[in-house]
């Protein structure tokens, strides 16, 4: 167990380290004042064209659910200091016959005593709670660590979306080029009396289409833009787009290779610190079977006498019938809970692989054959129809069908590769570090399909 509190607390300062040479990468450049009015200082950062790593800077910045744990953290640092402190001596004023009757009817009988009690937790209580403390801090930093993953799990799926919405929108941009220019064409045609004027209303209306699809691709791209916005808490998104490497795939490890790094995930590495803290709760309820020592040292005045005495005593509790049985059972049954709860979330995360690896096969599968085969022949067929209707070889109709058959393909390619991309992302989210630190093949560059 010792083994591994030690590999937990490595694997901590590991993301720690990676953290803070991502947030010192990202923030190279100062922030300086926003001009706009009534614009928070640093939002122009968020403007124009936006890169991953400004959009994961601004996220680890500003996200409200990272703010709660941070002060979760620092709450039960408090917690711990408090753990340490040893209970405060008790002062205690009492006199005795101040008034009364008979020989009492004045104060010249009167006693005083000056009692200072302090209690000596003994079975070393303190040392035990501190570190059941310091433990439950070590746990609310795990927390934090996976919901950061978590968050930027998200945060990088949003980015995705963004992404391949923008290239959606310059497909049906060129969809759209290409539809006015059928338009011309066959419209010029129609006035020579080449065609029939029904092309024309044809024509007219793939032009129609053309533009609902554009428009409804717009929108897509505006709310992929807000939902991103909303991963660092701006509501309202102030930048144009953002830029990344969407075309580019890498060939994947094994399932194998894969599982055998899931250790390395924050959800399941927590729980190694979560049995070292049920083991130290164990070892604070044995020590509550320990009875703490009460010394009370006082000072006393007889009047009567005009004398001064000293009082010594102490206090110690009889543990005959509680000597913390229960919560010393508790203790032990909670530390059995954890070791099943540990083994059941082995057992999550393994499915969970199993499932997004599925979705990454075959998300990788369909972006290879949608760019090697399927995108390559679309073209050809789409160039060779484009060209025999200009000679009268084909018709209006083969001429949409070709069209839609290659953007058809080529949007087919693009959700191929954003679910690729989100894919590895939930991979990564899971074995806890970058997919490409566990590739032993060369990587495999798809780039942009030609127009």
């Not at 996976?146 to 998200?154: A, E, H, Q």
């Not at 010394?295 to 001064?308: K, V």
């Not at 390559?376 to 129809?385: H, I, L, S």
């Not at 990587?443 to 127009?451: A, C, D, L, V, W």
């Given at each position: 167990?010792a083994?591994q509190?030690?590999?937990?607390t490595?694997m901590?300062?590991?993301l ?6 991502l947030?010192a990468v990202c ?6 004042l926003?001009a706009?009015?009534n614009?928070?200082?640093?939002t122009h950062l ?14 680890l910045?500003?996200?409200?659910s990272?703010?709660?744990f941070?002060?979760e953290?620092?709450?039960?640092e408090?917690r ?11 002062l205690q ?7 009364g ?5 004045s104060t010249?009988n ?5 009692q200072l ?5 003994l079975g070393?209580?303190i040392?035990?709670?501190e570190?059941v403390a310091?433990?439950?801090k070590?746990?609310?930093e795990?927390d934090?660590e ?9 945060t990088?799926?949003a980015?995705i979306?963004?992404l391949?919405n923008?290239?959606q929108?310059?497909l049906a ?14 419209t ?7 065609v029939?004027p029904i092309?024309v209303?044809?024509a007219k209306?793939?032009?129609?289409k053309?533009g609902l699809t ?10 992929a ?6 991963t660092?808490?701006?509501?309202t998104?102030?930048f ?7 075309f ?6 094994s399932?194998e ?5 899931l250790g390395?995930?924050?959800s ?10 049920r083991q130290?709760?164990i070892?604070f309820?044995k020590?509550k079977?320990i009875?703490?020592l009460q ?14 005495t ?11 019938f ?9 203790a032990?049954h909670?530390?059995?809970?954890a070791n099943?709860e540990?083994?059941a ?13 599925n979705?990454?096969?075959?998300a990788?599968q369909?972006?290879?054959v949608l760019k090697q085969?399927?995108l ?10 484009q060209?025999?209707y200009?000679?009268g ?5 083969d001429?949409l ?10 949007s087919?390619?693009?959700?191929a590769l954003g ?6 992302l ?7 570090e970058?997919?490409?630190s566990?590739?032993?093949?060369k ?9």
């Open positions: 167990m083994m509190s030690k590999q937990a490595q901590k300062r590991l720690k380290q990676t953290l803070l040479l947030v923030l190279t450049v100062q922030p300086a926003a706009e009015k614009i928070p200082e640093n968020m403007r124009g064209v936006l890169t991953l790593d400004q959009v994961i800077a601004e996220v910045l500003k996200n409200p990272l703010q709660v941070s002060l953290v620092r709450a039960r408090a711990k200091l408090q753990a340490g402190l040893w209970p405060s001596p008790q004023i009492q006199a005795e016959d101040i008034a009757t008979g020989q009492f009817d010249r009167t006693q005083t005593t000056v009690s302090q209690w000596i937790r070393g209580k040392a035990k709670k570190r310091e433990l439950s070590d746990l609310a795990w934090y996976i919901s950061r993953m978590n968050i930027l799990t998200r990088g799926q980015f979306d963004v391949k923008q290239e929108m310059k941009e060129k969809l759209i080029s290409l539809a006015d220019t059928n338009l011309k064409v066959i010029l045609r129609a006035e020579s009396g080449k029939s092309q209303v044809k209306i793939a032009r129609s053309t554009a428009r409804k691709t717009k929108s897509q791209v505006d709310t833009r807000r939902r991103l916005s909303t660092w808490a701006a509501p998104p102030l144009k787009g953002v830029v990344g490497d969407f580019r795939i890498e060939n994947i490890p399932y290779a894969l599982l055998t790094n390395k995930n924050p399941l590495a927590r729980w190694a610190a979560e049995i070292s803290h130290a709760n070892e309820e020590s079977a009875p703490d010394l009370q040292g006082a000072y006393r005045r007889i009047e009567e006498l005009q004398a001064n000293l009082v010594l005593g102490i206090s110690i509790p009889l543990n005959f509680d000597r913390n049985q229960g919560g010393i059972k508790e032990h909670r530390l059995e809970k099943a540990q083994a979330i082995r057992l999550q995360l393994q499915s969970r692989l199993a499932d997004t690896y979705r990454l096969a075959i990788h369909q972006a290879t085969d399927i390559p022949g679309a073209k050809t067929a789409f160039d060779a129809v060209e025999g200009r000679y070889k084909f018709g209006l109709l001429v069908d070709s069209q839609r058959t290659l953007f058809d393909s080529r087919r390619y693009l959700e679910e690729y991309h989100k894919a590895v939930d991979i990564e989210r899971i074995i806890g970058p997919l490409s566990r590739l032993p093949l990587e495999n560059s798809m780039e942009e399909p030609k127009s």
